[in-house]
């Protein structure tokens, strides 16, 4: 299958060719059909995946055509929600690049910075808007933007917008939008709060779903290590001796635990930079570049600040503190091993964490093979602890140190059993975003 097979016009194949891609991947197969035939649909993929390019370049053809048909007008006809500004440039620069001779405008509206140039680019007339809620109820209320033409809606990741407390910001803004249109859903993840919320706002939907909810890529080479707390700043050094791993991601549950890493590792002389909410805009986006040309080896951040974050060619997450939702990590290792790419995805586990591994083992319904071939073994205070937690908890668990290739916990139970790898091609092209979730996270 190759993207002339999907019927697209020769603008957008032109502007694919240019960027190289040539074989969509499985969701953009599936996807790009059924949105072209003006059908809602309900997409659930892993993250890594292509969810962006899967209903980008469908909106580029549908409104290109539209255009040849009636006189152009200076209105928004295709609304893109999104949790954070971070995904939100992300969906933009993907417009950008397939919608380049289409002659079609993409504004990308976020909070954080000021909203003048915004406004100045709305009055100049917009065909596609991408925004984060709280922004674009901002200019909604101040009458800047209006939505009585959007004919296509799609709401991105919606399961980090449940999660991030967008939901009633978002039923607002659906609210504002005419009730005959075509509406996109699309979501990592489907717990019964996101079907619901799907249920409402989409007519006869088509539903694609090309993994199982909750798996993570067999792309991905997964190690864990039992280290205590207080050795993980030595354990991350020992790891990044090794001059093989050009680029790291590193993942902290809080925005003080990310500064506190960058200080440890720039204390040693490895350059690091961190990216989390109480960072400006400015410095996230440069922290971002200086990672992406690799002027910075290590990039630490928070779940939902990495909303978006799509590095060519990572190949080690690193988590250096293990999430509390299951799902995040998921989202997290799934930066690297990205459209058929190898990876790795290295995970810190301290014995305060056990609850945290069991859930995560549960949910990817497989065990994390252990490294034990590491200077800063778990203290045998800390294996019994790690013993006791398990024994509570039914996990099986057994006093002295895991042997390599077993993980700890819950033994192959739960969600998303198969793996189901799609086959793909150095022509295939993954977009969209993904990362972590975060309850409770700042607004965008």
Known sequence: MSFENLNLIEPILRALKTEGYTTPTPIQEQSIPIILQHKDLLGCAQTGTGKTAAFAIPILQLLYQDRLQHKEQKT???????????????????????????????????????????????????????????????????????????????????????????????????????????????????????????????????????TPVSSTADTIQQELYYVDKGDKKALLNHILKDKEIKTALVFTRTKHGADKVVKDLVKVGITAEAIHGNKSQ????????????????????????????DIDELTHVINYELPNIPETYVHRIGRTGRAGASGIALSFCDAEEIDFLKDIHKLIAKQIPVNEAHPYPMSPQSMVAKAEAAAKSGGGGRSGAPKRGRGFGNKDRGRGGNNNKSSSNSGNMSGGSRGGNSRGGRRD
């Open 282 to 309: 400015n410095a996230r986006q440069r922290a971002l570049s200086n990672f992406k040309n690799r002027t910075t080896r290590v990039l630490i951040a928070t779940d939902i600040a990495a909303r978006g974050i």
């Open 76 to 210: 928004i006809k295709a609304l893109i929600l999104t949790p954070t500004r971070e995904l939100a440039i992300q969906i933009a620069e993907s417009f950008a690049a397939y919608g380049k001779h289409t002659g079609l405008k993409h504004l990308v509206v976020f909070g954080g910075v000021s909203q003048n140039p915004q406004v100045d680019s709305l009055r100049r007339g917009v065909d596609i808007l991408v925004a984060t809620p709280g922004r674009l109820l901002d200019l909604m209320n101040q009458k800047y933007v209006h939505l009585d033409h959007i004919k296509m809606l799609v709401l991105d990741e919606a399961d980090r917008m449940l999660d991030m407390g967008f939901v009633n910001d978002v039923k607002k803004i659906i609210a504002k939008v005419p009730a005959k249109r075509q509406t996109l859903f699309f979501s990592a993840t489907m717990p019964n709060e996101i079907q619901n919320l799907a249920n409402t706002i989409l007519t006869r939907p088509e539903k694609v779903e090309v």
